[in-house]
């Protein structure tokens, strides 16, 4: 049986890129090679590299604004530290909206002074704060737009004079955004991207090259882009996957025709939600997440029977993160309406057996 | 036609490998869902990882000899970085034999003191210096025990008192070794061990955990260690694959039998570059690599003739780096004795026609 796959991530991934990656571990490029065994500096990976990150910047509609894309590894929490490594000279500002956040702030402290302009921690980061004011002498200013976790979304940006970094793991791709109003984005790739084992760098160049430090060449942006992304052996598989995964969204219209499905799909699972009287959400209403839904039973004596009927249903991957308990749905651009639509059903069955 | 893949890297792995790759991409262990889309907390995947960081102590010989595995990101590049932050508290000893080694010490140069014991850059690393000292009251000693450019590779390693540190991406798990002389041990994946994307790492504990400076998270192997790898989402392919490879070398019969036929595939290779007046190696021949072997052809008039007569043959990746020229035959496990073959009956096949 097909499995609807609400996993946080590493998550579900367009049926169509998985058989083009199973073939290429195989047969590559008609080459009579695997993918895994030719060098990453050969023409036919290096293509997939270049198109890769013209995909990127085509979606994101950043196509000769200054931006360079990197595809490089230890996912976000890589990224922590090479932010602060890379922009980090006195002090910078971070808003706290979950454990994401939270870390970041950690790993950042470790270079120099962070401070948090505000935070959600009081509410279990039940919700974005909002209102707060950003000093315009700080280095840059740092967010995470949507937490997995809570199930809470940014659904504006701060107006902000320094330079805007923003985690975007969990939500990149996903929904239209001025995306030049950011000059760092990041992005682990096991979301709307690909599977895990590559990251995605998105950088305005001109906010590069401002810090005293010594970097490491791994951690150095400047480094990366030079090498385009192949300062070492990159992820090979992991890009030419992610690759496949810009081009199914390319194909289907782009992050326009994207937005659309995963509007209804948050819209179903949202109004069951506060419909059906056994569940709740855990979210502020305002802020709920497009890609995660958090939800919990009112009533845990209803857990085994739920949990049951979702397992016969084929619903995978809907347990709530330890810190908040209950269910989340993660609903990324390659789950289909169906699995949403077959979850609801479920809930709503539940009601009518209580 | 099938290819004879002398790739340096990404290299050659066992089709039985890439065929459960191809597979798991599909359909992991049976449960309806691509290796790519599970979460990496979910038991199947926690297995995985416990059983590859089982074999490769096994393989080593080092189970119970208080040594932690790790799979990591970032490739042996990274573990430069590493292992200056995490041991690196006054001055360390470096032993320069190659492009690897040099990046390893200009790496650990950002964090401190770095001595080169010796060097064998005077003669572009055709040879393994050997006779030096390592000072007893540095923080460790560290090498490079494979040169894939170059094609050396150590023989032997010195009597070290301080904590000795080897890079053994190009030649780890292809020879015999007292494994229990090194107190750490690193590989980028990518030849021996499986694809491009995961650092496999071995550490001695105790040498761990006195240096005074603050250590990222990522960063850190006692955080690394304590997370079983798991600190944040690793490359979960990389890894299966990985795993798999490490169960094949197993099953054939372990180190000791890959040896053998490593020991075979080097003899035919050198003994044609040393019988046939056509080439000539680059690597002194006390310190030729069973990994690698460089060679030249004398008379470049014939590189066309030659290159064609490969390309026909389905010798595929035989170009020598760069700064070397000429031929490198990249011999990793996977690589069957009958590559080999081919490849010697060309460079005699040249020697008739010419």
New interface residues.
Partial sequence: ???H?F???????PQEV??K???A??NFNN????L?????RSKPFVDVMEHARALVLELLNLEGKGYKVLFL??????Q??MVALNLLEKRAGYLNTGSWSD?AI??AK?YDDIYEVASSKNANYNYIPKGYDIPTDYDYFHCTSNNTIFGTQMKSFPKCSIPLVCDMSSDIFSRQLDFTKFDLIYA?A?KNL?????TLVVVKEDILGKVSR?I????DYKVQISKSSM????????VY?SMLTLQWLKDLGGIEAIEKVNDIKARLIYSEIDLNPLFKGYASKADRSLMNATFNLINDDLKETFDTMCREGGI??LNGHRSVGGYRASMYNALPLESVQVLVEIMSELETKA
Same sequence: chains 1, 2.
């Fill in positions: 049986m097909k499995k796959n996993s946080a991530g590493p998550s579900i991934l998985l058989l990656a199973s073939e571990v195989l080459d009579n090679l695997s895994l065994e030719i060098s990453h590894q230890g996912g976000a929490s890589t922590f530290l870390k950690k790993e470790i682990g096991q690909g599977p895990a084992g590559t010594k490491p060449s791994m951690m300062f070492n052996t990159p992820p090979v598989f992991a996957v995978s991957g």
